[in-house]
């Protein structure tokens, strides 16, 4: 009896040391996880039952800066990440009184989003309460219940950022319903963020290449702005959108696969007239648990798809929901293939080599999905696991039940 509870109890214990693999920032990308500090860096804990991954894994959470790998080419060779509606944030505080009815579309803070590698910003501002807002619309209208903040606290946050890191450059797109006469000249002011305009007097206007990014880091042109009021441009010498880059239609034909049309107010993608070009990835309407699946392999046939109809051109800004949201590397592997192909000719911008001809890779074997390099910080997001997934603590589960059978097979062992 005792011989073979000590069998049973050394199976046990060697069944309880290979099932709980990782923990304590070990965890790797795709490996099983309980709590959020048992990714690694860069990753975060979270799953995506649509495709049938109800149990939680890591994930990729930050991108690779590509000028950290290669740098020093115009600043329309690399391809940079965007969040749409950046500001309609899942459980933003109700500011405006009542309960917030609208859809949202990211999950963490601005400051979080550029944290991880966020360098596109798409806003909707608005007249409201005798301030500029960031809202949703109801016929270009911004209303009580679809309000989130004043845009200055927002462009504040953006503000922070482009100053603590002296070579990022920041993107922000403008979905504008301000009247308000120079209304965003003193927005943008106040914000402090006039000190990093790009001239819209220095934009390329015919389809030549922008600057280098290291000349715009060195004159600190690290912001540029886009309206979609034509007027603006003459009035506060905000660039016009679609004076300046192509755009394929938002929303649900954005998705569609196999078609990637140009929008109503755009050039044709495949023009030679803008340098730009900006790929809407979202459906019209947003859905949280949806996201992880549609941020998958779905995007990178998307991609491919307005690589094709842009004429072979890959687009400059990718504008997501729920970024962080995927089955395991998803925009960000996404990224990394998009500026590994435009940079240095590799499957993915980390085989990428600085000085080296295109082509020359660092390894030929990449992997589908790579963990960032060299991550500054840890995953900054805010990403829960689904009520399903959350309840579920592998690691306790056996450290519980562990402790019990132990003692069980103890106490036998011992009478």
């Not at 540029?224 to 003459?234: C, I, M, P, Q």
């Not at 307005?306 to 995927?326: D, E, H, I, Q, W």
């Not at 009520?387 to 097979?409: D, E, W």
Request: glycine residues 6%.
């Amino acid at each position: 009896m005792k011989q073979s509870c000590l069998l049973l109890l050394l199976f046990f214990i060697s069944f309880f040391l290979t099932t709980s693999a990782c923990s304590n920032g070990n965890c790797q990308m795709l490996e099983p996880c309980s709590l959020a500090t048992d990714c690694a860096a860069g990753l975060y804990c979270g799953n995506c039952p649509q495709l049938g991954k109800s149990q939680p894994f890591c994930i990729r959470g930050q991108t690779n800066i590509p000028t950290a790998i290669i740098n020093g080419l115009p600043f329309n060779k690399y391809t940079w990440l965007v969040t749409h509606n950046a500001f309609s944030i899942v459980d933003a505080p109700l500011l405006t009184g009542p309960q917030r009815i609208t859809f949202y579309n990211q999950e963490d803070s601005v400051t979080n989003q550029l944290r991880n590698g966020v360098r596109g910003l798409m806003l909707d501002m608005y007249d409201f309460e005798n301030d500029i807002w960031l809202c949703h619309s109801f016929r270009g209208q911004c209303y009580n219940i679809t309000a989130f903040q004043p845009a200055i606290n927002t462009l504040r946050e953006v503000e922070a950022f482009l100053s603590s890191n002296p070579t990022e450059i920041v993107t922000i797109i403008i979905e504008d319903y301000v009247h308000t006469p120079k209304g965003l000249t003193k927005l943008f002011t106040d914000a402090g963020l006039d000190k990093y305009w790009f001239p819209v007097s220095k934009m390329p206007k015919k389809g030549e290449d922008w600057p280098t990014v290291t000349d715009m880091a060195r004159d600190n042109h690290r912001l540029l702005v886009f309206t979609s009021d034509s007027s603006k441009e003459a009035t506060e010498g905000i660039a016009y959108q679609w004076r300046y880059m192509v755009e394929n239609e938002p929303g649900d034909p954005g998705v569609k696969q196999g078609s990637c049309s140009n929008r109503k107010e755009s050039k044709p993608l495949a023009s030679k007239a803008a340098s730009l070009f900006l790929q809407n990835y979202f459906p019209t309407i947003p859905v949280q648990a949806e996201a992880c699946k549609e941020n998958s392999a779905p995007l990178t046939d998307m991609v491919a798809t307005c690589y094709k109809a842009a004429g072979n051109t890959m687009p400059n800004f990718l504008a997501v929901n729920f970024y962080m949201r995927s089955d395991g590397g998803g925009v960000f592997d996404a990224l990394d293939r998009m500026n590994g192909q435009t940079l240095c000719g590799c499957v993915s911008v980390t085989a990428c080599q600085a000085r080296a001809p295109s082509g020359t890779c660092r390894n030929n074997e990449v992997r589908n999905s790579t963990s960032p390099t060299n991550p500054t910080r840890g995953f900054s997001g805010n990403v829960q696991l689904t009520a399903s997934a959350s309840r579920i603590n592998l690691t306790s589960l056996l450290v519980t039940y562990g402790l019990y059978f132990f003692f069980i097979l103890l106490v036998f062992y011992l009478k």
